[in-house]
């Protein structure tokens, strides 16, 4: 089983988007669990939350503290299974990220750390002299060209 572990605070805005989007994606055959953790929001994260609760095999919880460590931690008691991904409150995932990351971890029982290819998701067309600018590191976007491999292999 997988549990997928977000936390959110005050963005309940584009977290309808992106647990709308979660709807869509494919059970993995081991199936998931979504914990998501309302980080003191005080706008209608909880409302957000509750309304997706007979679409998704939603678990939340809240935690008052502020910050986003407090939250991942308060939702690592409600981790089931044996991959746990952290991912955040305004990623689009495709729809076969879960099956694609069982898969991955399947092929790899070595591997601790997984990551993948992050993409903008743009309101609006970025400004024409933003292309002479990196945006990896200002947004922690990944280059489309850098193909797949073993980049880092970390053994405990």
Partial sequence: MITVLLATRNRARILKDVLTCFCDLLPPESGWKFVVVNNGSTDETSQVLASFVDRLPLHTAFEPRVGKNYALNAGLDLVEGDLAVFTDDDVF???????????????????????????????????PWTRWIDLGPIFTITDPLLGEGHFLQIYS
């Fill in 93 to 127: 995932p495709h729809a076969d990220w879960l099956v694609q990351l069982r898969r991955a971890a399947d092929m790899n029982p070595s591997y601790s750390i997984f990551g993948g290819q992050i993409l903008p998701r743009w309101q609006a067309p970025p400004a």
